[in-house]
């Protein structure tokens, strides 16, 4: 079981952006790269520190409290490669911008 969350109207959510996504115990942070968006964990597994606050360069963002890197794309951790984050599913439409999370634990 899954639920689909709107985070951003149609057009609202620009090349180079981010939001982040509360639903539940879920944060996610969400990124739109050259127009194409992808959606991971907001929690980096070093101190949980807020990704969505990061700085995004291409596909890589990078936590703001020790610079841990993370592929936007994959969720994989360019610092350590034993690490990484979740990523989610995300659909662009006419009607806005959608991520699609796991049913609630």
Partial sequence: MS???RIAPAGT???GESRLLEYGAYRVAVFNVSGTVFAIDDRCPHREGPLSEGYLD??????P??????DVRDGRCDTFSSKGVATYPVRVDEEGV?????AAP
């Fill in 3 to 5: 639920v689909e969350v």
């Fill in 13 to 15: 959510f620009g090349p």
């Fill in 58 to 63: 291409g596909f890589l963002i990078t936590c």
């Fill in 65 to 70: 409290w020790h610079g841990w890197q993370y």
């Fill in 98 to 102: 959608f991520v699609t999370l796991p």
